[in-house]
């Protein structure tokens, strides 16, 4: 590498909480080249958002630099000046933050925020003329239409994702030698999240920019980034670049992490997981932070902690690399590896028998009922969560229903439990209609796992109350029910947290006691409303082993409702993909995922993890623009906006499900044809 | 923006509507005949006929609702038992004196508590914070009442600085605005001690935000952050206090007034209900419920205006 733009050295930070420190960060070292991008991975609480923050000198108040220094332009960034460092700030580095929504201004215009930034880096004589002409030009750039005009818009009136497009413009403005992005793209979804990714790549062609990327999600950094720091406890534990990283981990935290992360290719196979938590910053272990949930721990590992090893392409803080310690991990004749999770295949394939059948079903919201009704709400329209669906789950199947924000999932989800009722159409349970079956019956029979853990659980229950509400509910019988302890071992957890209250768990394991709950009356389908949203790689992948793992000894049928399509590619047999209330294509999921039929499929599909060597090299397609309003959905094929291929047709004729194939299904005017245009 | 103020306005006549009818109803619900107690106990029969007939008493229920909301609409809010007097004339009179009272008041308030709840939010913890901080539990919990008459006492009896009883006349400006000081300053107390904390508390959770921290990132100067960034947005919860602030300066000149001995609302209201006078009260509550709806429908069009949020939602829900 040429002389580094920013280099990093030695930098500690700690909290003070309470009286107590935390070791936030502990010498930690990075330097960035000139248009280099590097990423910066790690589980939450390994201190990723503090060493981006840290680069800005934003930390909060009870945070403090202890050492280190951070060279930019031949200057520290750690001991500059309040106004030396602001002048720094935005114009030689600019960052921008992971929540789109609260990160502009509510009440100030998006162009008086624009220009508010880039006064703050001139003279008293900058002319607004010469502000307009470049803030136009940065807006039309990240792909903001009719730029001049929205100057003048509040932000409200933009989606989260154009939000994220005027962050990056307005850096742009400034033209910062250096762009630090702390999860600018984990509150998208994923279409919008590979239009954000393709806009920084864009940005470091275009301008030089130089980009630190902090993320968890592995799969974007593997695709973007050409450098890769792995974070455990405060700590740089590995770095490399980015296909080394990836193909041949050296740390076991970071082979880890890798193996963790649930894809096509591993289906039928247990996932990895990492044991344990992330220690407490505030009493880290005297030898390595990660010696208690490390596969290859030896007795050196509790006992001291381990240098940075550097290797080709950057280094490795283990003993295990560090040839003087070799002999620990020594077995004759055997060369020293990382162990790999134990191959597990096997997919247990669904009955025949159709369990639930959704036929035609409808759900419009807060549309006009009655002469009353139609009256008084006039000419407005409802909106169509869900409109026309027709859909056979098999008893034993798992079916995935993926789309975007705004596509009807849930809201599927919930009509199909009748959760709320639906406007129109039929939902046939076990052979009997939805409308025949005692609420009660219905109930005992079907559950939700929820989106949110915590708040799905009562907060002044007791997690054993928690997990017997559903017998004292149904009146069952005690020799027919499962104890406390049996449940609970059931997810894979102790005997102890029964005790214990909802706000004591962590988000895995009130997450785990959410699957506890909805198996205790032993329910026939269970809907999973993103079952692993908001956690962590490694908790989220023991959660769909367990989920896995239950679908296989019980014959569970499951409804998995996400916008994870890696999730989806691993545990379904059949994956739905849903666009503005109607399913656009249907199939088994190897099927889908090999001959997406419909554009839409096509394109968020290819958006999956790029973590496995042989998906880096596959294509991506972008869906452009974003999902239209439901309250107004396009006439004719709903996606014509959003279609490359679209044609006359598509404007005004709805497609209907036509088969593409065994058990494959696609509604689309051109599918033959698109398939036949691919190479 | 026209079909919000319609709808507010239609909003507010309902309101009135309800106001004048519990009014009408309360003539008959308090204890006794009112035109008895008007006469005292020593009135004869045939006086007290009398008088039952002139006040309209004799008439149904209805009939009385219906003179008076014919009357409203007329601008005819009755005749004064006592004197005699148009109720309107005697509102005319009173109002001028109570108004310049309650928008003195308002103004002190808000020139005084405002720029503390800045200077205490910019060194939140510092002396003047923890000073403040005590000093406003005593002014937020001390009744106008009490305040009137502490001020009255140490700077008219005790250092006779300010003159101490009536309004005096407009035509004589200075003595006005003198009279005016101690019973606005009185009024303003109570949010001396209330607006700093609400703001220093709001403008710390401005600070907080993110987008305070992106604008940091971006290279903003602080006074740039701090002034227009923040402030607008800490701002704005006050912003919708003011319909109340103007209900608690109204009320508060009923006690303001009768200390000071000025003429007012709240005097003539005090007068009228010590004589049993009812048209002057129902007038009087008329006119303070009138001030009240203005002022609240005054703040949330301002509100409107400073927070671009509000306007969208309400124009999502009426359709416009």
């Known amino acids: ?34 248009g280099e991008i590097v990423g910066v991975v790690g589980e939450s609480g390994c201190g990723k958002s503090t060493l981006a923050a840290a680069l800005l000198r934003l930390l909060p108040d009870n945070a403090e630099i202890e050492g280190g220094e951070a060279w930019l332009k031949s200057r520290d960034l750690l001991k500059l000046g309040e106004e030396d460092l602001r002048r720094m700030r935005g114009r030689d580095i600019a960052m921008i933050f992971q929540d789109p929504m609260q990160s502009l201004n509510p009440t100030f215009r998006i162009g008086s925020q624009m220009a508010e930034a880039w006064r703050s880096h001139q003279d008293r004589h900058a002319r607004f003329a010469d502000f307009h002409d470049q803030a136009v030009k940065a807006l039309t750039s990240v792909g903001i239409a009719d730029a001049a005009e929205r100057l003048a818009s509040y932000p409200h009136e933009f989606s ?41 790549t864009k940005l470091r062609e275009e301008h030089g920019t130089a980009i630190v990327y902090v993320s968890h999600d592995l799969g974007t950094v593997a695709r973007l980034c050409d450098r890769v720091v792995v974070m455990y406890a405060g700590r740089v534990v590995e770095e490399n670049d980015a296909v080394s990283l990836f193909d041949t981990p050296a740390h076991p935290y970071t082979r880890a992490l890798v193996d963790c992360i649930p894809s096509r290719y591993r289906r039928g196979e247990a996932l990895a997981t990492i044991p344990g938590r992330v220690p407490s910053l505030s009493a880290l272990p005297k030898g390595c932070a990660f010696a208690e949930r490390c596969a290859m721990t030896r007795s050196i590992c509790r006992e001291e902690a381990p240098g940075f090893v550097a290797r080709a392409g950057g280094g490795v803080r283990c003993h295990m690399h560090d040839p003087a310690k070799a002999e620990f991990w020594r077995v004759p004749g055997r060369p020293v590896t990382i162990a790999v999770p134990p191959v ?30 139609k009256l008084l709400a006039g000419k407005s329209k409802p909106v169509r969560a869900i409109d026309g669906i027709t859909l056979t789950i098999r008893r034993g199947e798992v079916l995935g229903l993926v789309g975007e924000s705004g596509s009807g999932k849930t809201t599927l989800g919930e009509v199909m439990l009748r959760l709320q009722a639906a406007t129109d159409g039929e939902i046939t349970f076990a052979g009997r209609k939805l409308g025949q079956i005692p609420e009660k019956e219905f ?17 002044r229950q007791r997690v054993g109350s928690i997990l017997t509400e559903p017998y004292r509910i149904h009146g069952i019988a005690p020799k027919e029910q499962r104890s406390v302890d049996e449940l609970l071992a059931m997810v894979g957890l102790s005997a102890d947290l029964a005790t214990k209250f909802p706000h004591q768990l962590s ?15 032993k329910p026939d389908f269970i809907v999973a409303d993103e079952p692993t949203a908001g956690l962590d790689v490694s ?46 294509e249907i199939g088994p999921t190897e099927a889908v995922f090999d001959r997406p039929a419909h554009p839409y499929s096509a394109g968020l599909l290819s958006l999956s993890s790029q973590i496995d060597p042989h998906d880096r090299t596959r294509g991506r397609l972008l869906v452009p623009g974003e999902i239209p309003s439901p309250r107004n959905p396009p006439p004719g094929c709903r996606f014509h906006t959003r279609c490359v291929h679209a044609r006359e047709r598509c404007l005004s004729e709805m497609p209907i499900l036509d088969s593409a194939g065994d058990d494959h299904q696609v509604a689309c005017h051109l599918w033959r044809h698109i398939l036949q245009e691919k190479p | 923006m026209a079909g919000y103020l319609l709808k507010r306005l239609s909003g507010a006549v309902v309101v009135l509507f309800l106001t004048a009818l519990l009014l009408a109803a309360a003539v008959h619900l308090v204890p006794g005949d009112p035109a008895r107690a008007v006469l005292g106990a020593h009135a004869t029969p045939q006086l007290i006929a009398q008088v039952r007939l002139k006040m309209g008493l004799d008439k149904p229920v209805l009939v009385q609702l219906w003179d008076f909301f014919s009357g409203l609409l007329r601008g005819d809010l009755g005749t004064d038992f006592v004197g ?76 006779r600085y300010l003159p101490a009883m009536g309004a005096g006349q407009f035509s004589d400006p200075v003595n006005y605005l003198a009279r005016l000081i101690l019973p606005a300053t009185a009024l303003a107390m109570f949010w001396w001690g209330y607006l700093p904390r609400i703001l220093r508390s709001t403008m710390l959770e401005v600070l907080g935000t993110q987008y305070i921290r992106s604008a940091r990132a971006f290279g903003f100067r602080e006074t740039v952050i701090f002034y227009r960034y923040a402030l607008r947005n800490a701002v704005l919860p006050i912003v919708a206090l003011f319909g109340l602030m103007v209900g608690y300066s109204l009320t508060g000149t009923v ?53 671009p949020r509000v306007r969208l939602t309400e124009e999502f829900e009426t359709g416009a």
């Open chain 1, 1 to 34: 590498m040429t002389k580094p733009l920013l280099s990093l050295r030695g930098l500690d930070v700690s909290y003070h909480l309470d009286g107590d420190v935390y070791a936030a960060l502990r010498d930690i070292g990075l330097a960035v080249g000139p």
């Open chain 2, 84 to 159: 005699g007097v148009p109720v309107t004339t005697l509102i005319g009179q009173a109002l001028p004196d109570t108004l310049a009272l309650a928008f003195a008041s308002i103004i002190l308030a808000v020139a005084g508590g405002l720029p503390l709840g800045i200077a205490v939010a910019r060194r939140p913890g510092g002396i003047l914070d923890r000073l403040t901080h005590g000093l406003s539990m005593i002014f937020v919990s001390a009744p106008a009442y009490v305040t009137s008459l502490i001020l009255l006492l140490i700077f008219a009896v005790k250092l």
């Open chain 1, 539 to 584: 908790a989220a992948s023991a959660i769909l082993n367990l989920m896995r793992d239950l679908q296989q000894e019980l014959g569970l049928t499951f409804l998995i409702i996400t916008h994870n399509i890696n999730l989806i590619a691993y545990m379904a047999h059949r994956i739905a993909v849903m666009y503005l209330g109607q399913i656009v």
């Open chain 2, 255 to 307: 006690f303001a007034e009768t200390i000071f001995g000025r003429s007012g609302l709240g005097t003539l209201a005090l007068s009228a209900i010590d004589q049993r006078n009812w048209p002057v009260i129902r007038g009087v509550v008329f006119t303070y419920a009138l001030f009240f709806i203005i002022a609240n429908i005054l703040a949330d069009l301002s509100y409107r205006m400073l927070d």
């Open chain 1, 344 to 373: 597990k295949a096997s997919i247990r394939e669904p009955e025949r028998e159709p369990l639930i059948e959704a036929r035609d079903v409808r759900k419009h919201f807060g549309g006009a009922s009655g002469f009353i009704g």
């Open chain 1, 160 to 200: 989260g994702g154009m939000r994220q497009r005027i962050s990056i413009a307005t850096a742009l403005l400034l033209e910062p030698a250096i762009l630090v992005a702390d999860e600018p793209t984990s509150a998208l979804d994923v279409t919008l999240e590979a239009q954000i990714l393709e806009l920084l």
């Open chain 1, 507 to 521: 988000g895995g394991q009130a997450r785990r006691i959410g699957i506890a709950r909805a198996l205790a009356l």
């Open chain 1, 443 to 459: 109930r005992r029979r079907v559950q939700m796992i929820f989106q949110e853990p915590h708040s799905s659980l009562s907060p």
